[in-house]
């Protein structure tokens, strides 16, 4: 049974997340994080909602000094199934006193909207109208909001901010959505060809005869509950707070300074939803249910580079849902940003040029190797926070898992959700470079399946990539004019 979003006012006056709070030296590494001396006082109206405290931009106030940060946070109980007791995240630069999550919206992109703000092109106190910005088909809510082990990363109330904060932004609250709902028409060159050979056939309704697909979908910006995500990193909350701290150049004084603040929005890249067919269908398991949970790739997926197979196998996921829909069940793919295994696409190339370049030749029996001689690490994704959207649009069950990852796959029947059917890539869409790719992971573990069976050792050291000739004085068109990366 879903639980009810409330639609009548709730007052809440007493902070639920004090008995999560824990200020002592001995916590925080023997750094003393700032306490408030001032009595926190609760500027309520008769209907609970407290007034906001507007914050002048031309004034900078340092985190890191006392009294500058959330010296009377709104108060927020991550995991309540009410929107109102849970509270909104703040995290605007308008309420910089009542501020209860660290960070800024828009992950990375809010450094763009500081450019904006240096070229006079946007006023920083500007406040977006959201009167027309509503979800166009409704998501939730599910029982899995209200479980942290199970939602994490993401708000699962940060697409209908104006239906359960509507009260709070008539009183002049700026509290942004983290989550959009749009519905949209994809064209694949694959599916226009598909069309045309017959492998996919256009029912006017989920696949037009352009080979057009429609899709409901939505986009979503990470907002982390940092006790959650340490306990699935198996760590302290201290820990995972200095860890980022430190590795971010102290760019966040807050994580060290403020344990009480237990909310994060993490400078990195969000995810994006897609949906064929009835999104309404999704926690019914016994309807069909395709997916595919796609980390970026933008060399293979936008310039169809041949080293990986993740187009490919992107593509092929998309068929896969198209026909699920047609079927009258549901496909979902969910395209996170972790551009090459969350190391980026510098180091991503980097790495193809030490492939390329070690003795031998690109090869399949030291694919990885190469990753952790440039990166230190062979994969930071780690796949502990990808179940969240999954939960957040109602699954468990999918019938169709169209991946051969064992992290993936672990992490999420982890959680619940049940997997029925495992699919692996079609070897004829597996590009000949990307032959050490497919080798290497399935030797190390990832499912075979009955298309990829047999793989041993012999196979892995005699499976090799495309040589180049780096520093021989050849060039990419001496290479068959086939694409270096």
């Given at each position: 049974?879903?639980?009810?979003?409330?639609?009548?006012?709730?007052?809440?006056?007493?902070?639920?997340?004090?008995?999560?709070?824990?200020?002592?030296?001995?916590?925080?590494g023997?750094?003393?994080?700032?306490?408030?001396?001032?009595?926190?006082?609760?500027?309520?109206?008769?209907?609970?909602?407290?007034?906001?405290?507007?914050?002048?931009?031309?004034?900078?106030q340092?985190?890191?000094?006392?009294?500058a940060?959330?010296?009377?946070?709104?108060?927020?109980?991550?995991?309540?199934?009410d929107?109102?007791?849970?509270g909104?995240?703040?995290?605007?630069?308008?309420h910089?006193s009542?501020?209860?999550?660290?960070?800024?919206?828009?992950?990375?992109?809010?450094?763009?909207?500081?450019?904006?703000?240096?070229?006079?092109k946007?006023?920083p106190?500007?406040?977006?109208?959201?009167?027309?910005?509503?979800?166009?088909?409704?998501i939730?809510?599910?029982?899995?909001?209200?479980?942290?082990?199970?939602?994490?990363?993401?708000?699962?109330?940060g697409?209908?901010?104006?239906?359960?904060?509507?009260d709070?932004?008539?009183?002049?609250?700026?509290?942004?959505?983290?989550?959009?709902?749009?519905?949209?028409?994809?064209?694949?060159?694959?599916?226009?060809?598909?069309?045309?050979?017959?492998?996919?056939?256009?029912?006017?309704?989920?696949?037009?005869?352009?080979?057009?697909?429609v899709?409901?979908?939505?986009?979503i910006?990470?907002?982390?509950?940092?006790?959650?995500i340490?306990?699935?990193?198996?760590?302290?909350?201290?820990?995972?707070?200095?860890?980022?701290?430190?590795?971010?150049?102290?760019?966040?004084?807050?994580?060290?300074?403020?344990?009480?603040?237990?909310?994060?929005?993490?400078?990195?890249?969000?995810?994006?939803?897609?949906?064929?067919?009835?999104?309404?269908t999704?926690?019914?398991?016994?309807?069909?249910?395709?997916?595919?949970v796609?980390?970026?790739?933008?060399g293979?997926?936008?310039?169809?580079?041949?080293?990986?197979?993740?187009?490919?196998y992107l593509t092929?996921?998309?068929?896969?849902?198209?026909?699920?829909?047609?079927?009258?069940?549901?496909?979902?793919?969910i395209?996170?940003?972790?551009?090459?295994?969350?190391?980026?696409?510098?180091?991503?190339?980097?790495?193809?040029?030490?492939?390329?370049?070690?003795?031998?030749g690109?090869?399949?029996?030291?694919?990885?190797?190469?990753?952790?001689?440039?990166?230190?690490?062979?994969?930071?994704?780690?796949?502990?926070l990808?179940p969240?959207?999954?939960?957040?649009?109602?699954?468990?069950?999918?019938?169709?898992?169209?991946?051969?990852?064992?992290?993936?796959?672990?992490?999420?029947?982890?959680?619940?959700?049940?997997?029925?059917?495992?699919?692996?890539?079609?070897?004829?869409?597996?590009?000949?470079?990307?032959?050490?790719?497919?080798?290497a992971?399935?030797?190390?573990?990832?499912?075979?399946?009955?298309?990829y069976?047999?793989?041993?050792e012999?196979?892995?050291?005699?499976?090799?990539?495309?040589?180049?000739?780096?520093?021989?004085?050849?060039?990419?068109?001496?290479?068959?004019?086939k694409d270096?990366?």
């Open positions: 049974m879903k639980p009810e979003i409330a639609t009548t006012t709730t007052t809440t006056t007493t902070r639920e997340t004090d008995n999560l709070n824990n200020n002592t030296e001995e916590n925080m023997g750094l003393t994080p700032r306490v408030s001396k001032k009595a926190r006082t609760e500027h309520h109206e008769q209907d609970g909602i407290p007034i906001p405290d507007f914050h002048d931009s031309d004034h900078i340092l985190t890191s000094h006392p009294d940060f959330g010296v009377d946070p709104v108060p927020i109980s991550w995991g309540h199934p929107p109102r007791v849970r909104p995240v703040i995290c605007t630069v308008t910089s009542q501020r209860n999550a660290i960070g800024a919206h828009q992950g990375s992109y809010c450094i763009y909207t500081g450019l904006a703000v240096a070229a006079n946007l006023d106190n500007y406040v977006p109208d959201l009167s027309l910005t509503s979800p166009v088909f409704p939730g809510p599910h029982p899995a909001w209200s479980d942290p082990k199970k939602i994490g990363s993401i708000d699962p109330f697409h209908i901010v104006t239906q359960c904060y509507g709070w932004l008539e009183k002049g609250w700026d509290i942004r959505p983290t989550i959009a709902v749009t519905k949209a028409h994809i064209d694949l060159p694959e599916c226009r060809e598909g069309v045309a050979s017959g492998r996919l056939i256009p029912d006017g309704k989920i696949l037009l005869p352009s080979g057009q697909s899709v409901a979908k939505a986009a910006e990470p907002v982390w509950y940092l006790p959650e340490a306990r699935r990193f198996q760590t302290t909350e201290t820990h995972l707070r200095h860890s980022i701290f430190r590795m971010t150049n102290g760019m966040y004084p807050e994580l060290i300074t403020r344990p009480d603040i237990k909310i994060f929005l993490p400078p990195i890249g969000g995810l994006t939803i897609y949906i064929w067919g009835d999104p309404a999704i926690p019914d398991e016994d309807i069909e249910l395709t997916c595919r796609h980390d970026e790739c933008n293979s997926d936008v310039f169809g580079s041949d080293i990986c197979t993740c187009r490919p092929h996921a998309i068929e896969e849902c198209i026909k699920t829909a047609q079927r009258g069940g549901c496909g979902i793919v395209y996170y940003r972790k551009e090459g295994r969350s190391l980026g696409e510098v180091t991503k190339y980097l790495v193809y040029n030490t492939r390329k370049r070690q003795e031998g690109d090869s399949a029996d030291r694919y990885f190797r190469c990753t952790e001689q440039v990166a230190g690490v062979q994969d930071t994704r780690f796949q502990a990808m969240d959207p999954l939960h957040f649009l109602g699954v468990t069950k999918i019938h169709n898992f169209i991946s051969m990852s064992d992290m993936k796959y672990n992490a999420i029947v982890s959680t619940g959700i049940q997997i029925v059917n495992r699919v692996e890539i079609p070897p004829e869409m597996v590009p000949e470079d990307a032959m050490v790719e497919i080798t992971k399935v030797f190390h573990g990832y499912n075979a399946g009955k298309a069976q047999g793989i041993d012999e196979e892995l050291k005699k499976t090799k990539g495309r040589e180049y000739g780096y520093d021989k004085n050849t060039t990419a068109s001496d290479e068959d004019g270096q990366a």
